[in-house]
Each structure stands twice: as C-alpha cells, then as structure tokens.
C-alpha cells in the first residue's frame, strides 16, 4: 500500500497544526533515508516508514486527556490512536500491529528489537536535535543513547557535528 493516503490523514489529523505536520513529514524522510542506506528488506522499511508517519499521533490524544504530551504519554496514547487509522486506511493487521508497538516505544531506548525501531528512534532523534536547539552536551547525550547505524550516525555527524 502506498503511505501517501496515511501521509494525508495524518495531514488531516493535525490539521492547523504545521508544526506537527512538518515534524512527522521530517522523521518520515530521515527514517526513508536511513532505512535505504542501510539496506532494509522492503516488508521491514515499509514498517518503518508507515511508523515513522505516525509515531506521534498519540501527543493530540494525551494533550486532551492529561493536558500534557510527554514521551511517556505519547507512547501509552499513542498505539490505540494509530490502529484505529490503519485499520480505517485497511492496512494488514501484521504491519498494524508492528507499527502500534512502535508507536508506543518511540521514546524508550532500551530493549530496541529491531532496525525499523532502532532507525525510527534515530530520525526522531535527528529532527528534535533541531527542533528543540539542542545544546551540544544534551546532543551528544542523545547521539550516544540513541544512534548505531552507520547511515544515522553520519547523518547526525553531518547535521551537528557530533561523533
């Protein structure tokens, strides 16, 4: 299935929200690039990139629920919020069940059991380097935590100068 109908009801679902819009588009694009480069079978990189659409669909939920969207809260909002698109959108129930679980693991760190995981918790941590300015100690606390490939290392290497 092409990602492009998600990509738009996703648009949807942040409608008049730009800034949570251009964020996922951006982790999409990092997680496309880095899961091509580092040679992701197709069923795994269509995973990873369905995920990489989604992964914070749980903040407009927890900010209504608890007034509040910290990564723990997107992470338990989260999971439910993606299935119910997916299954509207009729995506396979083995891809579905995939990316709920990493939607509701992007922000742990620990326990990664894959590379769509690992990559996906790496181009969400390339986009909020930048978007949150980041100062140098705190990126390099999160390049260490968070990168192991060789494509996002160097793109974080690139972007800010870290290794």
């Known amino acids: 299935m092409d990602n492009n109908r998600l990509i738009m009801a996703m648009i949807s679902y942040y409608s008049g929200d730009p800034k ?3 964020h996922f588009l951006k982790v999409y694009q990092f997680a496309k ?3 091509e480069e580092e040679r ?3 069923n795994t990189q269509y995973i990873l990139e369905t995920a990489a659409i989604v992964h914070d669909i749980g903040i407009k939920m927890a900010e209504e629920k608890w007034g509040d969207c910290n990564g723990k809260l997107q992470e338990q909002e989260g999971p439910a919020e993606a299935e119910k698109l997916l299954k509207t959108l009729e995506y396979e129930p083995e891809v579905t069940r995939r990316v709920s679980y990493l939607v509701g693991h992007h922000h742990t760190y620990s326990g990664v ?3 769509d995981y690992r990559i996906l ?6 986009v909020n380097i930048y978007e949150d300015n980041l100062n140098r100690e705190a990126a390099h606390h999160l390049y ?3 990168f192991r490939t060789k494509t996002g290392k160097k793109l ?4 800010f100068g870290l290794n």
């Open 20 to 22: 949570r819009v251009q």
């Open 33 to 35: 690039i880095i899961g």
């Open 113 to 115: 059991d894959g590379m």
């Open 40 to 42: 992701l079978d197709k």
């Open 144 to 146: 260490e935590a968070v």
């Open 121 to 126: 918790l790496e181009a969400d941590a390339l």
């Open 156 to 159: 974080c290497h690139k972007l």
